[in-house]
């Protein structure tokens, strides 16, 4: 994609994206280099990164990752009133040749913006959709771990004794939930069956509690997808 950016006369930046730094670089219209810098990602870091950009008179600032590593300076960035755009991360060639480090990166997404080319809107992180994503995110990896705690109480039941086998193998999934929930091991640390109740147990009602959890996801995402989308 090719964003068009009024190039004629500041100069622009390039951020490459980490966890825990941001490293900066600042050009001239014309490619030169004028400073390089790292800051944290915290508030203050954000803060002083702006200030970087506005000490060298940046109209237009390339971030590598907008929706993950750096989502919060995008946010950031676009508040104070700069274009951002995403940069792709450098090509494979490219680090071969001038090396892989922070400063590398971010003079490669500045001068990347110099030319227009792969680029892209960053999404907006700052409105309902963004809330949306986050929600769908977790009920998607909850009913992942419930699946997996399915698989593992079944697992458990292949060797377990034969009257805990021969009572509970042959149930649906909600029906061995319920009863497991309910079921009440020994006292006997030291039988078998005790053990293997216990882990059946704990499995199933750790799973009853992720499924309210799932239910109570869906309720909000179907809220606000009706929000977004009065006509879904």
């Known amino acids: 994609m090719t964003t068009d950016i009024d190039l004629s006369a500041s100069p622009v930046a390039g951020v490459d994206t980490h966890t825990d730094t941001h490293t900066v670089a600042a050009v001239t219209p014309t490619g030169r280099h004028l400073a390089t810098e ?4 915290t508030r203050p870091g954000y803060t002083h990164l702006a200030e970087f950009l506005s000490k060298h008179g940046v109209g237009a600032v390339g971030v590598e990752g907008t929706n993950s590593f750096g989502a919060g300076l995008t946010r950031h960035l676009i508040d104070r009133g ?3 755009v995403e940069v792709l ?16 990166d971010a003079l490669a997404a500045a001068r990347q913006v110099l030319t227009g080319e792969g680029l892209s809107t960053p999404k907006d992180s700052t409105g309902p959709v963004e809330s949306l994503r986050a929600l769908q995110i977790t009920r ?15 697992s ?13 193998a042959t149930m649906t999934n909600h029906a061995l939930v319920n009863a497991l929930v309910y079921c009440r091991p020994s006292s006997d640390v030291t039988d078998p069956r005790n053990g293997v109740l216990t882990s059946l147990k704990i499995l199933a009602t750790t799973y009853r509690a992720l499924r309210v959890q799932c239910d109570e996801l869906e309720t909000r995402i179907a809220a606000l997808v009706s929000v977004i989308n009065p006509h879904v």
């Open 89 to 104: 991360r450098p090509a494979r060639s490219i680090r071969r040749r001038d090396g892989k480090s922070d400063p590398v």
């Open 140 to 154: 998607k990896q909850l009913v992942s771990t419930t699946a997996k705690l399915i698989t593992t109480m079944k």
């Open 156 to 168: 458990l039941l292949v060797t377990a004794p034969d009257d805990i086998r021969t009572r509970y």
């Open 38 to 41: 790292t800051f944290p990602t």
């Open 82 to 84: 700069y274009t951002v």
